[in-house]
């Protein structure tokens, strides 16, 4: 069983285009992450959630919104993509806020 | 600032050699993790130092938290193909606001 997914695993779209990413966890966690890991492998957090509760929002465009349905979900949504927003975005979940993170296969997302 | 710095960015060795990775700081941290990120896939936890000097081993790789917690180090005995991959690590700080803030990770390959 998959702990933490994500889909779509790869999205080409076209610049000015707005798009989402799904992530959900089955391990009953109360706290979940969205990172961006760049060209240079860098893995920088952009949002954390506990129990849908918005708790870090670094400093992201506003183009950028998270949303959490409930507890187990915790999408992303994008809008006026640009291309400097081409990178690997991976999903996590943890049971405490500093406990292990569990990651998602992550989504490699290209603009054209 | 880089809250961690890990050294070296790049490593590129032979199967059979030894290395040594390091993640330093000047912030005190309550705990330290490292994780593994193989290609194509989200990083996975190897082990949680929470104990300054503690020493850890998992099969051939030795992870050290420093005395002061404030730096660490994963050693790696005769290297295999099978370690080749970005090494992560991630701390949480004593003070603040406690969550995970990862390194840029060190890439190591191990040829044949």
């Known amino acids: 069983d998959t702990a933490v997914s994500q889909t779509p695993k790869y999205l080409v779209t076209q610049m000015g285009n707005d798009k989402s990413i799904k992530c959900e966890q089955n391990?009953?966690?109360?706290?979940m992450y969205w990172y961006k890991q760049d060209s240079k492998k860098f893995l920088k957090i952009m949002f954390s959630y506990n129990n849908k509760e918005l708790i870090i929002n670094e400093t992201v465009p506003n183009r950028f919104s998270p949303k959490s349905p409930d507890k187990a979900h915790l999408n992303l949504h994008i809008n006026s993509l640009e291309l400097g927003d081409s990178a690997v975005y991976f999903c996590a979940s943890s049971l405490t806020r500093s406990g292990e993170q569990f990651f998602g296969p992550g989504t490699r997302l290209t603009v054209l | 600032t880089q809250l961690l710095e890990q050294s070296p960015q790049f490593l590129s060795i032979q199967e059979g050699e030894n290395l040594t990775v390091y993640c330093n700081s000047s912030?005190?941290?309550?705990?330290l993790q490292w994780y593994r990120q193989e290609p194509g896939e989200g990083p996975v936890l190897l082990v949680t130092v929470v104990t300054g000097g503690e020493v850890k081993k998992l099969k051939r790789l030795t992870f050290q938290f420093g005395d002061a917690r404030k730096d660490s180090s994963l050693h790696i005995t005769a290297a295999q193909p099978g370690d080749t991959g970005l090494y992560l690590c991630?701390?949480?700080?004593?003070?603040?606001?406690?969550?995970?803030?990862f390194g840029k990770g060190t890439m190591l390959l191990v040829s044949p």
């Open positions: 391990l009953g966690h109360d706290t």
């Open positions: 912030s005190v941290f309550s705990s």
């Open positions: 991630a701390g949480v700080k004593s003070s603040g606001y406690s969550t995970l803030t």
